[in-house]
């Protein structure tokens, strides 16, 4: 991975946010629709990949458009996080999945 021109060693990740912590007034602006609405992008697939000692390649691969999904386009983002903040980041995700499945299983 190219990281020529800046010095990635030095900059400090931040701390994340998941959609169940307390609310955060520190928290990510996400971008919104002419309503509103928050814009979200399906994700399709991922890969995770470590580069150097202390980081990790996070890509994930999403659709923009029904249009996408449906003609095999996919767009994609690729990530560096040192290895702590990938550790913070999964678990985050796990514990929001895991409030979303006990959620749907009360309404079954």
Request: charged residues 25%.
């Amino acid at each position: 991975m190219n990281t020529s021109g800046s010095n990635w060693s030095s900059k400090q990740p931040k701390s994340g946010t998941a959609a169940s912590d307390t609310v955060n007034p520190m928290a990510i602006k996400l971008q919104r629709d002419g309503r509103g609405n928050v814009i979200v992008r399906p994700v399709t697939d991922y890969e995770v990949r470590p580069v150097g000692d202390m980081s990790l390649m996070v890509a994930i691969e999403y659709v923009e458009s029904p249009e996408q999904f449906e003609n095999g386009e996919r767009k994609t983002l690729q990530t560096l996080m040192y290895a702590d903040q990938a550790l913070e980041f999964a678990e985050s995700i796990k514990r929001s999945a895991l409030i979303q499945q006990a959620s749907k299983s009360r309404k079954v």
